[in-house]
Structures are given as C-alpha cells and as structure tokens.
T-cell receptor, first 116, second 110 residues
Framework: EAGVTQFPSHSVIEKGQTVTLRCDPI?????LYWYRRVMGKEIKFLLH????????ESGMPNNRFLAERTGGTYSTLKVQPAELEDSGVYFC??????????????FGPGTRLTVL | RKEVEQDPGPFNVPEGATVAFNCTYS??????FFWYRQDCRKEPKLLMS???SGNEDGRFTAQLNRASQYISLLIRDSKLSDSATYLC???????????FGTGTLLAVQP
C-alpha cells in the first residue's frame, strides 16, 4: 500500500513569490494534517482536515497560508506571498477515522521549502 | 514555556549501552502519549505509544507518570541502527493534533 506522498520534495523560491505544496494521503484516510518544522524548532501543527472540511486550523500562522482539500482526497497548502521565516520542512500526515481514541498518523516525507 | 520539553542531546553511547530519554509536558489534560523516531532528513515514524501502566516492545520500554507529567523511553542493548532523533509527542485533549518536543538525538557508536 502506498504511503503518504508529498510534492515537491524541495522548493526554492524568492521572497514574495507563491508556492503550492501538495499532499496525497493514504487511500481511505479521511483525516489529513499539515505540520511544519522550521530550523531549530519543534514540529508544529498547522491544520487538520476531516474529508474536505477544516476541523482545526488553529496552527496556521497567518493569512498568507491557504489550505484546501477539495473533494476530500489530496490537499494543497499555498503560501502567498512567501516570507523568509516560512522556510522549513512541511509535513503532511493522514490517519483513519475510527472508534479508537487514537489512529496512528502516518507522515509523508515532507517538502523542504527555502525562501531566499 | 514549551508544551513538550526534551533534552536535545546529543547522546553519544557505545553499542550495547542502555540509554534513557525523558520528557515533560505542560498540559495536564493531555490524553495520549507517544515516542516517534525520525531518521536524518526523513519523516517521523511512530515508535510506540505510552501507557500509564508502562509498556515494553522488545528492547524499548516506555513509561508515563501522569502526576509528574513525565514520559520516559529506555533503550536497552543499543544498536547502531538505533541512531536517530527520538521525538516525545503528546496528543491534546479535544483535538487530534500532535504536539512535538524538539527531539533528542541519539548516536550509537561502534
């Protein structure tokens, strides 16, 4: 079974440009999460989708970040305009929705974003 | 204050050594606790969940002390392949979001 995939693996852009990251969750996983790790800091939660609905977007840093999950399958995270402090590794994770308290979140390999 | 605190290390240990990692969390309403492992430039992967009664998986033992808000991971008979960053992770009460510590780097030396 394919795992969580993310595209691109790396992106280098200039300050002020726009970048769109894509995440394809594991097939059948209704939960989709975005996390980010900036250099020297811990991995931090950005937001959580259940199918196409935003369940929790409390971690989104500001309105330059827009996440979508049209159709409840893959998700995109757009940064517009990008700033230097947006550099980091953006991870996507997915999990099943079930009756147990915790369904393991499986992480994708991440997109390494560098803003110059 | 960070929600999850870990000693960043690095911990440099010889093969065969026993090594212990500790972690504290600030939110007493936290319900679920985990150790994730992250290899260099890779994604985090679940190593094990942590239960109040303590749990063991082969050479790995995890413990939780809710009163002290303290989580630990013990690795016995360290292998070279155990070299990685170990992330202490807590799940919030009402949400599914994971809260990560900064991670502890372990380097097992031959």
């Amino acid at each position: 079974e394919a795992g969580v995939t993310q595209f691109p693996s790396h992106s280098v852009i200039e300050k002020g440009q726009t970048v769109t990251l894509r995440c394809d969750p594991i097939s059948g996983h209704d939960n989709l999460y975005w996390y980010r790790r900036v250099m020297g800091k811990e991995i931090k939660f950005l937001l959580h989708f259940v199918k196409e609905s935003k369940q929790d977007e409390s971690g989104m840093p500001n309105n330059r970040f827009l996440a979508e999950r049209t159709g409840g399958t893959y998700s995109t995270l757009k940064v517009q305009p990008a700033e230097l402090e947006d550099s980091g590794v953006y991870f996507c994770a997915s999990s099943q929705v079930g009756l147990v308290t915790y369904n393991e979140q499986f992480f994708g390999p991440g997109t390494r974003l560098t803003v110059l | 204050r960070k929600e999850v605190e870990q000693d960043p290390g690095p911990f440099n240990v010889p093969e065969g050594a026993t090594v212990a990692f500790n972690c504290t969390y600030s939110n007493s309403a936290s319900q679920s606790f985990f150790w994730y492992r992250q290899d260099c430039r890779k994604e985090p992967k679940l190593l094990m969940s942590v239960y109040s009664s303590g749990n063991e998986d082969g050479r790995f033992t995890a413990q939780l002390n809710r009163a002290s808000q303290y989580i630990s991971l013990l690795i016995r008979d360290s292998k070279l392949s155990d070299s990685a960053t170990y992330l202490c992770v807590v799940k919030g009460g009402a949400t599914n979001k994971l809260i990560f510590g900064t991670g502890t780097l372990l380097a097992v030396q031959p």
